[in-house]
């Protein structure tokens, strides 16, 4: 078996993928789930202050290709969520866990990390830029000076480990802005790409889910592509000293694989782990472990970062 440690930050894992928020996190069930499975660690469900129903029902649909979700950001609310990962870093002291979380106002940020800052978490935080679905509110993190205002706030009080969760960008110009917003704070990470907003299913004559008139983040196969390109160009653009958990469209040990090929130093899964729950873990490392073999690498760092490109051919006009 080839190794598949991987570090962000100066945190150690001794595995390479794990859930991304909003998947199998949402209590201590879940999370225990994902923690005596093969990822290498969790995200807890995005936290915010107070606890959230989310969405009305139907919010989240699979499809062959992948899902739609418009979950709302349901969930326990911060308390919960400290707390709850406080009793994992107990039993598991060596193993670093992250917690997500988010405002759903602008004055919410402040009181969000003073907590975060007053508890014990020792862990990363990954602050979600990037929900598409809570009504009436835009993706933060689509507006770069936002993201300068609230990573300015939230950095003057927390000084852990911290990421952002960000939205797929689709304009080379918009990974610019991002990447210079982004390399002005002591960033430990982030993770791309959140669900791409906004998108539509329709099965028979009505929409696969119900809030926003049908509207929801998409998930899966849809959009690894997106997940691949935006890796691979905040690899170029980040300073090296922020790490990059790649997600988006894993299905298989070949997907996991070509997120690092991009640079990816972890590997997220959702739509698939939504779909066939935490065993997954333990498929995807036995399938990316066997391409590695095939290949002869033995550590992810032997393939991070080195996709090719062809060289260019020079076209004539006939
Ligand atoms: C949700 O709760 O709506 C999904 C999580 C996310 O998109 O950040």
Redesign the pocket.
Known sequence: MADLTTAIGGFHFDNTVMN???VWCYDERELTAVDTSAAATFVT??ATLDPRA??PNP?MAATELGSI???????KGLDYYLDIVAQFHAKNPDKPYFL?T?GLKPEEFTPLFQKIAASNFSGLVEL?L?????VGKPQIAYDFDAVDRILTEVTAIYHGALGV?LPPYFDLVHFHNIADVLNKFDLTFVNTI??A?NGLVIKDETAAIAPKGGL??IGGGYIKPMALANVRVLRQLLKPSISIIGTGGVQTGRDVFELILCGADMVGVATQLGKEGPKVFERLSTELSAIMDAKGYRQLSDFRGQLRVPAEQPVTVH
């Open positions: 991304g928020a909003g469900k995005t989310g969405n919010r979700n418009s979950m709302g950001l349901p969930n997500s988010t979600n990037s929900c598409p679905n809570v969760k959140n669900s907003g929801g983040g």
